[in-house]
């Protein structure tokens, strides 16, 4: 497994991680945001352990603050890393996956590429554009009949150390919008559409799912009832910390080199669990479902009914029923 971040402290630790599950790392320094860079990492992946035959595009960063309090520079490090980052990546990719018509491209996405909030416009921009660029891409390939697929897994609020980092301009400390899953959850997910790539995109959490469908038919009344939660939803009760640092234009490794790990600080509130991302990976067993439900449901109704027509009394000869 190739790993390619900028915080040389977190690549150790994932590649620790990596080692004791049983696996090979090659963790290698890189900022996402600079093709060149991008380019030779994925040629000494290659070099080292062979043909890429997955490639997860995750990297990403965000200002947590209004709109007009997010400086021109750092609304572009924000679209340079998680819109261009993906880009990059699945351009390199591309180019080494085509010519053997063999792998597959994971796109991380989220329910704020359907669904924006305020706070993080140029993070929601960049998750918006991504989807946008990912079905661009996906026609080529069908056009060309490539034997390369791309697809992307939307995510739910995740409880990674993003929150412990990101830059901030709110008053208190910033948090995922309840409810929070754990990493976990998410990485079953990406795995899973890694190994299914041919479906277009995959649901991770109940509220994935809800936000999608809800800006499809209800978007004016999203608007309202954002504007009147989405501040207070997404901070905590704890005013923030005037010595906290960003990751925006360096990594944030923590005092002495210390890795932050993939869970944040909300594990008493993430569930580990997701119920919806079983019915998003089996839609047909789910529709299976659904249809032998509704028909038993059909078929105990008119049952009763044919119950209540033989016991009524017959109907007198000449009179009217």
Known sequence: MGLIARGKSGLDGAAHEVQQAGGQALPIEADMADFDQVNAAANRLEEALGPIDVWINVAFASVFAPFTQIEPDEFRRVTEVSYLGFVYGTRVALDRMKPRDHGTIVQVGSALSYRSIPLQSAYCGAKHAINGFTESVRTELLHERSGVHITVVQMPAVNTPQFSWVLSRLPNSPQPVPPIYQPEVAARGVVYAADHPTRKQYWVGGTTAATITAQK?????????????????????????????????????????????????????????????????????????????????????????????????????????
Do not use: C
């Not at 490794?253 to 997701?274: I, L, Q, R």
């Open 217 to 321: 038919f209800v978007a004016p009344l999203l608007d309202r009832y954002l504007a009147r939660t989405g501040y207070k939803s997404q901070q905590t009760k704890k005013p923030v910390d005037p010595d906290r640092h960003s990751n925006l234009w360096q990594p944030v490794d923590g005092p002495s080199g210390h890795d932050f790990g993939t869970h944040g600080v909300f594990d008493n509130e993430a569930h580990s669990k997701s119920g919806q991302m079983w019915g998003s990976q089996h839609v047909r067993s789910t529709s299976a479902i659904a249809i032998t439900v509704g028909s038993f449901a059909i078929a105990t109704r008119l049952l009763r009914r044919k119950s209540v027509t033989g016991l009524a009394a017959p109907t007198p000869r000449g009179a009217k029923r």
